[in-house]
């Protein structure tokens, strides 16, 4: 809306009463282009909008208007600082690598490469076996994007979640619940690759597709040997509490299946288990398209 011209101060979005001046690479250049097709959602973008010519000029002009806000890469912030997203339900989603590589937070751009249908020449198929390895991960990292190594994530830094579940109790998600959640999160980490879903289904969104075999690589690896990997379902808060356990469950078992499937070396070396709390533990607020689809999910908790 901010891009579109339809927001056009602060005060709207409950800041300062002071105009927002945003600003964006110019045509072709970053992530311009995907932001003109994703973010705006077919909307057209408002002449308003100044455009940069590099990132760094962009970097530099946010850092320089106190009201100003841009688009630009998560490695590249400069002296801006990043949106921290929230809704009108008052739960935080904070840009991280973690939180990233989870697709958690909503505004990312994941790169995919396409391959035919057809068996690849022997060069094609070293290189997409050296893109998965760890060294390869390094070397994203280097250039300044976000890479897919699978981060554990201890239960010291998940607070906020636990406060946004006591926030969403309710007759529907009563403390038994949430007592269970907590002493699952005690024992575990939480690993940063995540599945995501469309909603009413069990059937995965496409990023979710390519963390299956992301996963079942780092089984096969030996990453994991001798821990406990729990599939632990989650959706929205749409429809009844009991619907949606029943949701979660099926979501965890189908992730688990799949992973199952494609680790065909894994054998006993793993524990694989499935559980679900249905809509007790919200990423985001339910008011919005987006803050649903952060919901129903499918995380990978580590023992």
């Not at 010291?156 to 969403?168: C, E, F, K, Y």
Request: net charge negative; with cysteine; proline share 5%.
């Amino acid at each position: 809306a901010i891009y579109a011209g339809q927001i056009e101060n602060w005060a709207e979005v409950g800041g300062e009463d002071a105009p927002i001046t945003a600003y964006l690479l110019r045509d072709s250049e970053g992530f311009s282009d995907v932001f003109d097709r994703r973010g705006m959602a077919g909307g057209k973008l408002s002449d308003e909008v100044l455009r940069q010519p590099t990132n760094s000029d962009l970097i530099h002009a946010i850092s320089e208007d106190p009201f100003g806000i841009g688009i630009s890469t998560f490695s590249q912030p400069g002296n801006t600082e990043i949106v921290t997203l929230s809704g009108e339900c008052g739960y935080e989603l904070a840009a991280n690598p973690q939180s990233i590589r989870a697709e958690d937070y909503p505004l990312t751009a994941p790169l995919f490469i396409y391959l035919p249908a057809r068996r690849l020449p022997k060069i094609a198929r070293d290189f997409l076996a050296y893109i998965r390895s760890d060294a390869a991960q390094l070397v994203i990292r280097r250039v300044g994007l976000v890479d897919q190594v699978p981060g554990e994530s201890p239960v010291d830094v998940q607070g906020r979640r636990l406060a946004n579940a006591i926030d969403a109790a309710g007759p529907e998600v009563d403390l038994g619940e949430l007592k269970a959640i907590a002493a699952l999160m005690v024992d575990n980490a939480r690993l940063s690759v995540t599945f995501r879903f469309r909603g009413g289904s069990s059937d995965l969104d496409a990023p979710s597709l390519s963390n299956i075999l992301l996963l079942a690589q780092a089984l096969e690896s030996g990453r994991f040997d001798g821990r406990v990997l729990r599939f632990v379902g989650f959706t929205d808060s749409l429809g009844t509490a009991a619907r949606n356990q029943q949701l979660a469950l099926r979501r965890a078992q189908a992730v688990l299946r799949a992973v199952k499937s494609e680790a065909e070396t894994l054998g006993d070396r793993v524990t694989l288990e499935a559980v679900a709390f249905g809509e007790a533990l919200p990423m985001a607020c339910d008011d919005s398209a987006w803050g649903r689809r952060v919901n129903r999910r499918v995380e990978v908790w580590v023992k």
